[in-house]
């Protein structure tokens, strides 16, 4: 078992999991690693994604935890065994580990949606808008740094326009679709991006109208990642100290919950292309 000088975000969500297995049966730390013959450090690396495994680890440590889905069990297998050197590799070094990770999770995502109510969501976005965005960091980042950002925002959406893309759904709230971001021209650009992307069979786009009444979810902003399996499903919502990843089942359902409210009262798919359409002509 290799150690890792700096684990991803998918390799500590593999610990994680195999911490809730542990701790699901009771078991302690030290009582778990004299299962597995190591000691109780050795299983805290394992369990923070410090060093990598085996599948003939994860799988004599889910027989440990008497885990019986085999479903997951496979999963956690693939997540320990995975050696894909994806696109975001190349910005190893030049961009923070945050932005490698977002591009991991989606690569391995197996659906995904989101709910926007002040920008329009990062798959979606054209380079000018993305620049605009980057463009407000405070402190300002040199134009090489911006440059390097723009250009793996627009990398991440081969998920949606790849060889291979995954079912997308995007709520946006119509305060996100009239902020310009840029230009008059930029903008009508950006919402015409919009459209031909909510074109394509695995991609639907629903507007949230300010003409709501009794709307109170205003505050519910989140980007939501299916997993192999939906216990390893994963949610990202933006916090004062950054994007936090959010993975305890409780706090994902009420995230499921949250989306399925929102996505009632927003705007069929038609009807927000159409939405769209007219909002670009009035620009």
């Avoid at 015409?192 to 009444?213: G, K, M, N, Q």
Wanted: aromatic share 6%; with cysteine.
């Amino acid at each position: 078992m290799a150690r890792r000088r700096q684990p991803t975000a998918r390799q500590m969500r593999l610990g994680t999991e195999l911490q809730r297995l542990r701790e699901a049966v009771g078991l302690k730390g030290r009582e778990a690693a004299a299962a597995l013959g190591t000691d109780s450090a050795r299983l805290s690396q394992i369990e923070s994604g410090v060093v990598g495994m085996s599948e003939n680890t994860v799988r004599r440590l889910a027989s440990v935890y008497s885990c019986s889905d085999s479903q997951l069990i496979d999963a956690l297998v693939s997540m320990a065994t995975d050696r894909t050197r994806g696109w975001w590799e190349k910005y190893q070094g030049l961009l923070p580990a945050s932005f490698l990770d977002i591009a991991e999770l989606e690569h391995h995502a197996s659906h995904r949606f989101d709910v926007e109510f002040l920008h329009v969501p990062g798959l979606f976005q054209t380079e000018d808008y993305a620049r605009g965005l980057f463009s407000y960091r405070v402190p300002e980042l040199p134009r090489p740094d911006l440059e390097l950002r723009v250009r793996h925002r627009m990398e991440r959406k081969v998920v949606i326009s790849g060889p291979a893309p995954i079912s997308y759904e995007a709520l946006i709230h119509e305060s996100a679709l009239r902020i310009r971001v840029g230009k008059r021209s930029a903008t009508q650009a950006q919402l015409t991006h919009i459209l031909e992307h909510s074109e394509a069979d695995h991609v639907t786009t629903r507007v949230i109208p300010f003409d709501l009444d009794d709307f109170g979810g205003a505050w519910s902003a989140m980007a939501y990642a299916g997993g192999a399996v939906p216990a390893l499903d994963t949610a990202l919502r933006d916090t004062a100290h950054g994007t936090a990843y959010i993975d305890s089942g409780a706090q994902l359902a009420a995230l499921r919950t949250l989306f399925r409210k929102v996505k009632t009262v927003s705007l069929e798919p038609e009807q927000s292309r159409n939405f769209i359409h007219r909002l670009a002509k009035e620009l």
